[in-house]
C-alpha cells in the first residue's frame, strides 16, 4: 500500500535555529516526491521537487534531500524565522497515474 | 499566470442543508481540477479529480458529489450535510504532462456543520 509518513508531527523552535523534519514513503514506482507549506488557514504551496535522480535541491534556507534507495526525504530549514511556522507536507507521485499520496504533515513552530 | 480562486473562504451551515462550493482557475486551459478535505492533524484526503468538463472521478464514498459544467470551474455539492462533513476544503489545479505535476491550491474553505 502506498504511504508517506511524516516526522515529527509537531516541532517548536527558537528564531534562528535550524531544523530537519522527514518524510519516510513506500510509493512505487516512485515519480518524484514534493515538499508544501501550508500557513495556517491557507492552501499548501510547493517549496521544492525532488525526481529520483536528484539527491539534494535547495530553495533558498530551505534544502531538501532525497535517498531512493531508502525512500527517504528530508527538509532542513536554515536560520529559521517566526515566518516558516506553518505546516510542511511531503507529497509523493508515483509514476503513470495521477496519484499522489499525502503525509499527514509537520507543524512547525518558531518561537522569539 | 495562473490563479484559482475559491469560495467562500469560510462557511457554517446546518445539518442536513446543502452546500455549494465553487472553484474557478484563470490562465491556463484543460486543468486537472481536484477537491480535497483536510482534517485537523491528518493530510489530505483527495474526494474527485476531474481531467475534463463532465469526467469527475471519486475517490472515496461520501455525502459529497462534484460537478465541472465548465473548463475552468469545479464545484464541490451536498445535498444534506453531515456532522462529519466538517472540515477544510481545498481546490486544486495540475497540468498532468507525462506524470503528475504541481499542485495549486486554493485559499481553502473551512466548512462547519452544526
Known amino acids: 500500500k502506498n504511504q508517506v509518513e511524516q516526522s515529527p508531527q509537531s516541532l517548536i523552535i527558537l528564531e534562528g535555529k535550524n531544523c530537519t523534519l522527514q518524510?519516510?514513503?513506500?510509493?512505487?514506482?516512485?515519480?518524484?516526491l514534493r515538499w508544501y507549506k501550508q500557513d495556517t488557514g491557507r492552501g499548501p504551496v510547493s517549496l521544492t521537487i525532488m525526481t529520483f535522480s536528484e539527491n539534494t535541491k535547495s530553495n533558498g534556507r530551505y534544502t531538501a534531500t532525497l535517498d531512493a534507495d531508502t525512500k527517504q526525504s528530508s527538509l532542513h530549514i536554515t536560520a529559521s524565522q517566526l515566518s516558516d511556522s506553518a505546516s510542511y507536507i511531503c507529497?509523493?507521485?508515483?509514476?503513470?497515474?495521477?496519484?499522489?499520496?499525502f503525509g499527514a504533515g509537520t507543524r512547525l513552530t518558531v518561537k522569539p | 499566470s495562473q490563479t484559482i480562486h475559491q469560495w467562500p473562504a469560510t462557511l457554517v451551515q446546518p445539518v442536513g442543508s446543502p452546500l455549494s462550493l465553487e472553484c474557478t482557475v484563470e490562465?491556463?486551459?484543460?486543468?486537472?481540477l481536484y477537491w480535497y478535505r483536510q482534517a485537523a492533524g491528518r493530510g489530505l484526503q483527495l474526494l474527485f479529480y476531474?481531467?475534463?468538463?463532465?469526467?469527475i472521478s471519486s475517490e472515496v464514498p461520501q455525502n459529497l458529489s462534484a460537478s465541472r459544467p465548465q473548463d475552468r470551474q469545479f464545484i464541490l455539492s451536498s445535498k444534506k450535510l453531515l456532522l462529519s462533513d466538517s472540515g477544510f476544503y481545498l481546490c486544486?489545479?495540475?497540468?498532468?504532462?507525462?506524470?503528475?505535476?504541481?499542485?495549486?491550491f486554493g485559499e481553502g474553505s473551512r466548512l462547519t456543520v452544526l
Open positions: 490562465g491556463t486551459s484543460n486543468p486537472n
Open positions: 518524510c519516510n514513503y513506500t510509493v512505487s514506482p516512485f515519480s518524484n
Open positions: 486544486a489545479w495540475s497540468v498532468l504532462a507525462g506524470g503528475p505535476g504541481e499542485l495549486f
Open positions: 507529497v509523493v507521485s508515483a509514476i503513470n497515474n495521477n496519484d499522489m499520496r
Open positions: 476531474s481531467v475534463g468538463i463532465g469526467q
